[in-house]
């Protein structure tokens, strides 16, 4: 875990007081809406369809159990009591009142936390892979790295109104679990042959409107000149990224429009000013802030243990769990478990008050006091003993938050959508209601296997609709809501963007969409090939032709 030192601590502190004296001026009338707007929007206030949402950054996904506990005061003092976690790591408010935001935000600042570029056209909250640090295939552990960049980046004043919002990923496992395809700027940490740590920079990936996979720009860059190599790109983007038209304003557009080559050209020269200069990251910096991380104190533990083992065997629930929510950790007998925030009936990602409590709790008892948020919109304790993880799976169950459907159809990505986003064409959250109904039987869903769907209520895509094996997105039809569905996405190494398949559905429909196209996968898949594979091998048509075979007893369907 990170620990602010004096610098970072005295930046959020101000920040809170200039935000506390900009709100006051804004609500007597001495500052106009123009006037406030980039102001609460660098703070993370959005005004929503309903209410202000505040998004409270959660830097690379990493919390610590007072955190926690704070993020649940502040729902229950100031919210409706639950808190919702969102596809970038972070944590949101849906019902702030605007009033009280500064005192949340000095709520936040009193345990190392803060909403600063958590929106904005500005650099956001840097991500990475929820098991970083503890993977058993990371090469390195990113995030070292990621503060060096969270902190050059901060209050950056050449970066602060860029042409659109900015997005970074970093990777330090041979496993892409961050997405760094889809990125702004994708960082691959790797080490060569020699063992030197080298950097694999994408560029020009995203979501949203035009969906575009990254191009790989650098194919080894030294470590030590992340910085100098970031800001060429950025200096690079914000001159010539466009201004006149919000759709085509991100760098995947100017990248497209360039070509690769011309890209990367423009940045080796501005490259040539920056490089080897005072932002060349040394070892002693480097040092330093690894210094500032916590190191969690394991045991050493046998790499087996005998009433795991027997808890295993003898109760089913306890090994569905295990199977599906505990994963292998670097560290010999200890366990990364992710907590699942997707139970039937309520939004994917949320989480009461009373379950941050009991989660800060669990972190204390089984995890060093650490966990962290995943994109995949769940909490991970990162560092649970092998032989506890029985007593821990008693109680996370008692709190609902033992659900054995990680990585299953029921494990849905979902955007607030229409039921608090301005933005949105279509409500988001109950279409994944339907879906985890149609699938709510564990055991139907064990038996489907591995499928990711997301969900997004419009074409920003925060609920990364294009890299579902199933997308779902949300459309506006003569003043009602509709819904495309798109196959093939996905996420990791070999990411991919999903093809709509045809023209959209009702929203009573949905359910019964994605039904039968499960139907469809289980006539066709092989031995133990996940719902993905068989897309790839089998192709588009034969999903498509179920689909649309006969629209009208779709629809009855689902409403039987």
């Not at 004296?21 to 609500?27: E, H, I, N, S, V």
């Not at 005072?278 to 046998?302: C, I, M, N």
């Not at 909490?379 to 109680?395: H, M, N, P, R, T």
């Not at 029921?410 to 988001?428: E, R, V």
């Amino acid at each position: 875990m990170y620990t602010y030192d004096e610098y970072d601590q005295r930046l959020v502190d101000e920040r809170v007081a200039q935000f506390r004296d900009q709100t006051r001026r804004y609500l007597a009338g001495e500052l106009s809406e123009d006037e406030f707007k980039p102001l609460r929007l660098q703070n993370g206030l959005y005004i929503q369809r309903y209410a202000p949402m505040l998004r409270v950054a959660v830097p690379y996904g990493l919390l610590n159990s007072r955190q926690v506990r704070k993020i649940a005061h502040v729902a229950r003092t100031w919210d409706k009591g639950y808190a919702h976690v969102s596809t970038r790591q972070n944590f949101q408010y849906n019902w702030p009142e605007l009033k009280n935001v500064p005192d949340i935000l000095a709520e936040l600042a009193g345990v190392q936390m803060h909403a600063i570029q958590t929106s904005g056209n500005c650099i956001r909250n840097i991500t990475t892979d929820a098991f970083a640090g503890i993977a058993p295939d990371e090469v390195v552990d990113p995030r070292p790295l990621a503060e060096i960049l969270r902190q050059w980046s901060t209050f950056h004043p050449e970066f602060a109104l860029l042409p659109r919002k900015f997005k970074f990923a970093v990777n330090g496992c041979r496993s892409d679990r961050a997405v760094v395809q889809l990125h702004d700027i994708g960082l691959e940490f790797y080490r060569d042959a020699a063992g030197a740590l080298l950097i694999k920079v994408w560029v020009g990936g995203g979501m949203g409107r035009t969906p575009i996979l990254g191009e790989v720009i650098e194919e080894a860059l030294p470590w030590q000149h992340v910085i100098t190599y970031c800001s060429a790109i950025l200096r690079v983007y914000n001159r010539w990224g466009r201004r006149d038209n919000l759709f085509k304003a991100r760098i995947k557009i100017l990248v497209k429009a360039l070509g690769i080559e011309e890209f990367r050209r423009q940045v080796e020269a501005e490259w040539a000013h920056l490089k080897d200069g005072p932002h060349t990251v040394t070892q002693a910096e480097f040092d330093r802030v690894s210094g500032h991380f916590t190191k969690p104190a394991y045991e050493d533990l046998p790499a087996a243990d005998a009433a795991f083992e027997a808890h295993l065997a003898a109760d089913r629930g306890f090994a569905n769990w295990v199977r599906r929510n505990v994963h292998a950790h670097r560290q010999p007998g200890y366990r990364a478990v992710t907590l699942s925030l997707k139970v039937t009936g309520v939004a994917p990602g949320d989480i009461t008050d009373a379950q941050l409590d009991t989660v800060a709790d669990l972190a204390d008892r089984y995890s060093f006091g650490e966990l962290r948020t995943t994109h995949e919109q769940n909490l991970v304790l990162s560092d649970v003993k092998l032989g506890e993880l029985f007593a821990l799976w008693q109680e996370a169950r008692a709190a609902g938050l033992a659900t054995p459907n990680i990585g299953l159809i029921t494990d849905i990505i979902c955007c607030p959508g229409g039921s608090f986003c301005d933005l949105a064409n279509a409500k988001s959250i109950p279409i994944a209601e339907s879906i985890q109904r149609q699938f709510d039987d564990l055991d139907y869903q064990h038996d489907i296997g591995e499928i990711e769907i997301n969900i997004s209520g419009c074409m920003n895509s925060c609920g990364h609709h294009h890299v579902g094996h199933i997308g779902i997105l949300g459309v506006d039809k003569n003043d009602s809501e509709w819904y495309q569905v798109s196959l093939g996405g996905k996420q990791g190494n070999d990411a991919s963007l999903g093809e709509v398949i045809g023209p959209s559905f009702a929203a009573d429909e949905v359910a019964g969409v994605i039904q039968r196209l499960i139907d469809v996968y289980l006539d066709h898949r092989e031995p133990e090939e996940p719902f993905i594979d068989t897309v790839r091998r089998i192709g588009a048509a034969p999903f498509k032709e179920r689909v649309y075979a006969d629209r009208q007893p779709l629809r009855k369907k689902v409403e039987a």
